[in-house]
């Protein structure tokens, strides 16, 4: 696997090596030691699954401590725009957020450490999944609004499908 340390601290891209021939592919997508070796040294507890039409945009969802949660999240079919968002509070990078986009032809993978916001927009069928450092905690859930103009991401849609619950999420500015 390669991994690659983006510009915020703890968002790490992951590209697994991908074996393939005329019967289909095989690829490692977890493995707890090269994962540890490259600064992700988590047990995942939860694992979660959604499958989203084109257009849908899921979130920006996060678990407020002591229930925050770090995501492995990919795409086992279709394409995703997945942003994470850095709500750390002190953090350098607080408010900067990294797109990725995530594709099942090059099963690429994102790990998103504990206090980032995160979301995804399907760009087409998507089969979306992801692996929790913590237990969900309905308590504990929190989201900031999709077009928040503080943080102005430009998820290339004007009207994406949003369910009324996250049509609701407040600012980032707003949240404490």
Known sequence: MEFRQTSIEGLIEIFPRIFGDERGYFLESYHKKAFADNGIPFDFVQDNQSLSSPGVL??????????????LVRVLKGKALDIAVDIRPGSPTFGKYEKFLL?????????IPA?????????????FTYKCTNFYNKASEGG???NDPDLNIDWGIEDPNISSKDLELPRLRDIS
Do not use: S
């Open 144 to 146: 900031i609004i999709w």
């Open 58 to 71: 899921r979130g920006l969802h996060f678990q407020r401590d002591p229930h925050a949660q770090g995501k």
């Open 115 to 127: 206090g980032f916001a995160h979301g995804f927009l399907a760009l087409e069928q998507c089969l």
């Open 103 to 111: 594709d099942d032809q090059l099963q690429n993978m994102v790990y």
